[in-house]
């Protein structure tokens, strides 16, 4: 639960932050308002034990955000920001939290079985 | 493993088409359907001011951007038809719906998922490609998300149903329309 609540305020910051510190006028600031939503969205998908797979969907965005500043110019500070929020939302992303598909006649990988 | 009562289905500790999970949902729909109809009146100038309590201009910026009519009808009208279509199928059958109504289960959960897969989008759309905020677009898409992780859980519960009694050799398609007798 917990670590679905803190991509959901990450994902709320990169959606804010080009606005808060400044760099609206930037692929930086495109790239956070297209992760900021998606990161938002499959964690909140999440919180609900039927659909926690959907966690994993923050894992390649999180490594994106912290290795675009490799293809993307960022201003200096927005760098170091993208990088430690990417890895924070990637290792939120591996929590996986009390998940029993037991409860829920086994899940969806009975499905293709 | 307790509260299993004989409504729910088969090694599921709760009932997802319990009223209680699902009423939730349909009163999220129905949220959703007033704000997508208000902002629909706005787009069709029925009213001539749209209410924005945060981004000044936003609203009417992106209410009336060439993207929010790239459909026949406006993104608000059919967000609204979606939010119908969603509290809709969100009401029809009883508590076991899951196993006596498939279609309805599994026709809820696609227009749970695809109407939020596009408020997604259009949120995502509206700084990149217009450069405004709206509040109350914002406010539908988390309407749409919220509904989506409740309704999946039913949907799960009817496809499980579909493959367990097609793997017994019973016809997915007379399943799927509720039309093979509970089992004895």
């Given at each position: 639960m917990?670590a679905r609540f803190?991509n959901t305020?990450?994902?709320?910051?990169?959606?804010?932050?080009?606005?808060?510190?400044?760099?609206?006028?930037?692929?930086?600031?495109?790239?956070?308002?297209?992760?900021?939503?998606?990161?938002?969205?499959?964690a909140?998908?999440a919180i609900?034990?039927?659909?926690?797979?959907?966690?994993?969907?923050?894992?390649?965005?999180?490594?994106?955000?912290?290795?675009?500043?490799?293809?993307?110019?960022?201003?200096?500070?927005?760098?170091?920001?993208?990088?430690?929020?990417?890895?924070?939302?990637?290792?939120?992303?591996?929590?996986?939290?009390?998940?029993?598909?037991?409860?829920?006649?086994?899940?969806?990988?009975?499905?293709?079985? | 493993?307790?509260?299993?009562?004989?409504?729910?289905?088969?090694?599921?500790?709760?009932?997802?088409?319990?009223?209680?999970?699902?009423?939730?949902?349909?009163?999220?729909?129905?949220?959703?359907?007033?704000?997508?109809?208000?902002?629909?009146?706005?787009?069709?100038?029925?009213?001539?001011?749209?209410?924005?309590?945060?981004?000044?201009?936003?609203?009417?910026?992106?209410?009336?951007?060439?993207?929010?009519?790239?459909?026949?009808?406006?993104?608000?009208?059919?967000?609204?038809?979606?939010?119908?279509?969603?509290?809709?199928?969100?009401?029809?059958?009883?508590?076991?719906?899951?196993?006596?109504?498939?279609?309805?289960?599994?026709?809820?959960?696609?227009?749970?998922?695809?109407?939020?897969?596009?408020?997604?989008?259009?949120?995502?759309?509206?700084?990149?490609?217009?450069?405004?905020?709206?509040?109350?677009?914002?406010?539908?898409?988390?309407?749409?998300?919220?509904?989506?992780?409740?309704?999946?859980?039913?949907?799960?519960?009817?496809?499980?149903?579909?493959?367990?009694?097609?793997?017994?050799?019973?016809?997915?398609?007379?399943?799927?329309?509720?039309?093979?007798?509970?089992?004895?």
């Amino acid at each position: 639960m917990w670590a679905r609540f803190v991509n959901t305020i990450l994902g709320i910051w990169l959606m804010a932050a080009p606005a808060v510190l400044g760099y609206t006028d930037s692929a930086a600031a495109i790239n956070h308002r297209i992760i900021g939503p998606l990161v938002i969205s499959a964690a909140v998908v999440a919180i609900w034990e039927e659909t926690r797979p959907v966690r994993w969907v923050n894992l390649p965005l999180g490594l994106w955000l912290a290795i675009s500043p490799i293809f993307i110019s960022y201003p200096e500070i927005v760098t170091l920001m993208s990088v430690i929020i990417g890895l924070v939302i990637a290792a939120c992303s591996l929590v996986q939290g009390t998940y029993r598909p037991e409860t829920f006649g086994g899940g969806w990988s009975v499905l293709w079985k | 493993m307790s509260n299993r009562d004989t409504h729910n289905p088969p090694g599921w500790d709760d009932n997802p088409s319990s009223w209680s999970q699902r009423l939730p949902i349909v009163v999220l729909a129905l949220i959703g359907l007033v704000i997508a109809g208000y902002l629909t009146l706005y787009q069709y100038e029925v009213i001539g001011t749209v209410w924005e309590p945060f981004f000044g201009d936003g609203s009417r910026k992106v209410l009336t951007s060439s993207l929010s009519h790239m459909f026949p009808i406006s993104d608000a009208a059919l967000g609204a038809l979606g939010y119908l279509v969603d509290a809709v199928t969100g009401i029809i059958g009883g508590r076991e719906r899951w196993r006596k109504m498939p279609w309805i289960v599994i026709l809820f959960g696609l227009a749970v998922g695809p109407l939020g897969a596009v408020s997604i989008g259009l949120v995502i759309s509206q700084p990149v490609l217009v450069g405004e905020w709206c509040t109350l677009c914002m406010t539908t898409a988390v309407i749409s998300l919220l509904m989506i992780g409740p309704a999946m859980d039913e949907f799960l519960a009817s496809v499980q149903y579909l493959k367990r009694e097609h793997q017994r050799g019973r016809s997915t398609w007379r399943l799927f329309w509720g039309m093979e007798p509970a089992k004895a």
